[in-house]
């Protein structure tokens, strides 16, 4: 049997703490590192180890996780001078559970098999309550044999765990390709409700038809259920500047591949404009949100 991995988790934001979490209660060891030290309190609660430096965590664990809120972070958490790679005195797994570019994933891998370490592009799906519900989907690019000697762990955080090929990037490609797709459907979502109130058509029968028709979606259902009827936008949020970000890199990879993205490109520039105004940090769903602003400054018609 295969000697159990001590677990460095760095990164305790609202989805990596509750992954970090799951990590703990399945009786893994874990050491976590985050700059928001309130949270490193929170999961030394828990019965995690904090209190580390990048370095001090290092030597103390076999895999590595992150999670990370943009690529740029990722990059200086992972190849910057006293970042991970640079930083590690032994051979190591890493595994990066954020959503970044295909290409980043690439470098970190270039510069880890240097060092001797091994590296797993494995983004997750599934919102802040897949986290919290070890029901995420994770998406892993890399070496056949480096996944399955982590897949333990990977399960002990989803339901839903794929090896996509060996490419470090190609996890990525398929979870940008996810977040694209559910960017259209929320941007259709806000779009169709706000045409049943413009037309005084109660909304909760137009989710009652639509979600037994052809209309039918988990964004519509998300979306409806937990955010726009509740008119509660901030609770388990996957922001809209998020979904900006993830939309944009879809963008990078397609324009890469001489590739065509219509609508996701449109969506990036109404996105572009309308979130400053008020509504990066609230969930996607707050799209709804962006065309009421704008119905709600329009002149009354007599």
Same mark, same amino acid.
């Given at each position: 049997?295969?000697?159990?991995?001590?677990?460095?988790?760095?990164?305790?934001?609202?989805?990596?703490?509750?992954?970090?979490?799951?990590?703990?209660? #399945?009786?893994?060891?874990?050491?976590?590192?985050?700059?928001?030290?309130?949270?490193?309190?929170?999961?030394?609660?828990?019965?995690?180890?904090?209190?580390?430096?990048?370095?001090?965590?290092?030597?103390?664990?076999?895999?590595?996780?992150?999670?990370?809120?943009?690529?740029?972070?990722?990059?200086?958490?992972?190849?910057?001078?006293?970042?991970?790679?640079?930083?590690?005195?032994?051979?190591?797994?890493?595994?990066?559970?954020?959503?970044?570019?295909?290409?980043?994933?690439?470098?970190?891998?270039?510069?880890?098999?240097?060092?001797?370490?091994?590296?797993?592009?494995?983004?997750?799906?599934?919102?802040?309550?897949?986290?919290?519900?070890?029901?995420?989907?994770?998406?892993?690019?890399?070496?056949?044999?480096?996944?399955?000697?982590?897949?333990?762990?990977?399960?002990?955080?989803?339901?839903?765990?794929?090896?996509?090929?060996?490419?470090?990037?190609?996890?990525?490609?398929? #979870?940008?390709?996810?977040?694209?797709?559910?960017?259209?459907?929320?941007?259709?979502?806000?779009?169709?409700?706000?045409?049943?109130?413009?037309?005084?058509?109660?909304?909760?029968?137009?989710?009652?038809?639509?979600?037994?028709?052809?209309?039918?979606?988990?964004?519509?259902?998300?979306?409806?259920?937990?955010?726009?009827?509740?008119?509660?936008?901030? #609770?388990?949020?996957?922001?809209?500047?998020?979904?900006?970000?993830?939309?944009?890199?879809?963008?990078?990879?397609?324009?890469?591949?001489?590739?065509?993205?219509?609508?996701?490109?449109?969506?990036?520039?109404?996105?572009?404009? +309308?979130? +400053?105004?008020?509504?990066?940090?609230?969930?996607?769903?707050?799209?709804?949100?962006?065309?009421?602003?704008?119905?709600?400054?329009?002149?009354?018609?007599?």
């Amino acid at each position: 049997m295969a000697k159990e991995k001590k677990i460095g988790f760095i990164g305790l934001g609202n989805m990596g703490f509750p992954m970090a979490q799951n990590l703990l209660e #399945k009786g893994h060891t874990v050491y976590a590192l985050d700059i928001n030290k309130e949270a490193e309190q929170r999961f030394a609660e828990l019965g995690g180890h904090v209190g580390l430096t990048t370095v001090s965590l290092l030597k103390e664990v076999d895999l590595v996780f992150t999670s990370l809120p943009t690529p740029v972070i990722a990059e200086i958490v992972y190849l910057g001078e006293e970042g991970i790679v640079h930083s590690s005195q032994k051979p190591q797994v890493l595994v990066d559970l954020s959503t970044i570019s295909p290409e980043l994933n690439r470098k970190i891998e270039r510069e880890a098999v240097q060092h001797n370490l091994e590296y797993l592009g494995a983004p997750v799906s599934g919102s802040v309550s897949g986290a919290v519900n070890a029901t995420l989907s994770i998406m892993v690019g890399g070496e056949k044999e480096t996944f399955e000697s982590v897949l333990p762990y990977l399960q002990a955080i989803g339901s839903n765990v794929f090896h996509v090929g060996e490419d470090p990037g190609v996890g990525t490609i398929v #979870k940008l390709i996810n977040n694209m797709m559910a960017g259209i459907h929320n941007q259709a979502v806000a779009e169709a409700l706000s045409l049943a109130k413009l037309a005084g058509v109660d909304s909760d029968i137009v989710y009652d038809i639509v979600n037994v028709s052809s209309g039918q979606s988990t964004v519509l259902t998300r979306n409806y259920k937990t955010y726009i009827s509740q008119n509660e936008y901030k #609770k388990g949020a996957f922001t809209t500047s998020l979904l900006l970000k993830d939309l944009k890199l879809a963008k990078l990879v397609s324009d890469s591949l001489d590739g065509e993205l219509p609508l996701a490109s449109q969506l990036i520039e109404y996105y572009e404009d +309308e979130v +400053e105004k008020g509504h990066a940090h609230e969930d996607m769903s707050s799209a709804y949100l962006m065309i009421q602003d704008k119905l709600n400054k329009q002149p009354q018609k007599s």
